[in-house]
């Protein structure tokens, strides 16, 4: 089982798929745990085993939100991307060159954020506090 957080440490609440990966790094430390800061890197880690991909969402509720969507879910949120390819695209990439049965264990875990403004460190309060509750999620999807 592999969890990967994507987001930009400085990039305010973006950072938060990071920020949760470290949390499960730290209290679960069975799990494979993977940062990236572009979904580009999903397309060599997906491969038909278990992945919780974590990331930051626009659009799909109050700051912090927590929504766990399968792949064909995707196209009704919007991944937060500040450079590259987005997580939709990147798993349709994925499924061109490898097949369908890459996407199998896939689960997005979004948080939902504000539109970004300057780049920052750190979380918003609201999204700082989803943290925990992420952390949470993952141990659940991880006893599966």
Same mark, same amino acid.
């Given at each position: 089982?592999? +969890?990967?957080? =994507?987001?930009?440490?400085?990039?305010?609440?973006?950072? /938060?798929?990071?920020?949760?990966?470290?949390? &499960?790094?730290?209290?679960?430390? %069975?799990?494979? #745990? /993977?940062?990236?800061?572009?979904?580009?890197?999903? &397309?060599?880690? =997906?491969?038909?085993? $278990? #992945? =919780? +991909? #974590?990331?930051?969402?626009?659009?799909?509720?109050?700051?912090?939100?927590?929504?766990?969507?399968?792949?064909?879910?995707?196209?009704? +949120?919007?991944?937060?991307?500040?450079?590259? *390819?987005?997580?939709?695209?990147?798993?349709?990439?994925?499924?061109?060159?490898?097949? $369908?049965?890459?996407?199998? %264990?896939?689960? &997005?875990?979004? *948080?939902? *954020?504000?539109?970004?403004?300057?780049? @920052?460190?750190?979380?918003? $309060?609201? &999204?700082?506090? @989803? #943290?925990?509750?992420?952390?949470?999620?993952?141990?659940?999807?991880?006893?599966?």
């Amino acid at each position: 089982m592999r +969890v990967v957080g =994507l987001g930009q440490r400085y990039g305010g609440d973006d950072g /938060v798929g990071l920020r949760v990966a470290d949390a &499960v790094r730290e209290a679960l430390p %069975g799990l494979e #745990v /993977v940062t990236l800061t572009g979904a580009e890197g999903l &397309v060599e880690l =997906l491969d038909g085993r $278990p #992945v =919780l +991909v #974590v990331d930051a969402v626009l659009g799909v509720g109050p700051p912090g939100t927590l929504h766990e969507l399968r792949p064909d879910e995707l196209a009704r +949120v919007r991944a937060f991307s500040t450079h590259g *390819i987005g997580v939709a695209e990147a798993l349709g990439l994925a499924e061109a060159l490898g097949g $369908p049965d890459v996407l199998q %264990g896939l689960t &997005v875990l979004g *948080i939902a *954020i504000r539109p970004p403004g300057a780049l @920052a460190e750190g979380l918003s $309060p609201e &999204v700082a506090a @989803a #943290v925990p509750r992420a952390l949470e999620h993952v141990r659940r999807w991880a006893s599966l």
